[in-house]
């Protein structure tokens, strides 16, 4: 019996080292919580630098965007309710006062463009117009 005894020790002994044998080893590193949160973190900033610079490039090269250099050019304009907004165009020489609604454009008024006039600011229309847009609008109010 003694014989069998330790036979039966040796099997469970062998057994043992080839169940070890056969778990598989951790071969990944152990990270911290800082360094995946810089991970996660730097793969952000990349894939946001990606779309900036296709956006940049697509706005850049893209086909039909004229910009200023066309004929037509938008010298201001003023948003006068949700919907309407008054707007001044440059044709040549020639400014034009567009009344802009809800699915139409109206000519209010034309007028030469000003010898002193430079380019304005988005949104803003130079003074000279600006008053001359007053008396416009002054003299077309009902009394």
């Known amino acids: 019996?003694?014989?069998a005894?330790?036979?039966f020790l040796w099997?469970?002994?062998w057994g043992a080292s080839l169940a070890q044998a056969a778990e598989p080893v951790s071969t990944q590193p152990s990270v911290t919580s800082f360094a995946a949160l810089m991970q996660g973190l730097l793969g952000l900033a990349v894939v946001l630098a990606?779309?900036?610079g296709f956006f940049w490039l697509l706005r850049r090269f893209a086909p039909g965007q004229t910009g200023a250099q066309g004929v037509v050019k938008v010298v201001g304009g003023v948003m006068?309710?949700?919907r309407e907004k008054l707007v001044v165009v440059e044709v040549g020489d020639q400014w034009l006062l567009l009344g802009v609604g809800a699915g139409q454009v109206s000519h209010l008024h034309t007028m030469p463009r000003?010898?002193?006039a430079r380019p304005a600011e988005a949104g803003t229309l130079p003074a000279p117009f600006a008053d001359k847009l007053?008396?416009?609008l002054a003299r077309r109010k009902p009394n």
């Open 1 to 3: 019996m003694n014989a």
């Open 5 to 7: 005894r330790r036979l």
């Open 11 to 13: 099997l469970s002994a």
């Open 50 to 52: 990606a779309l900036f």
């Open 80 to 82: 006068l309710g949700t």
């Open 114 to 116: 000003p010898a002193d």
């Open 134 to 136: 007053t008396e416009f």
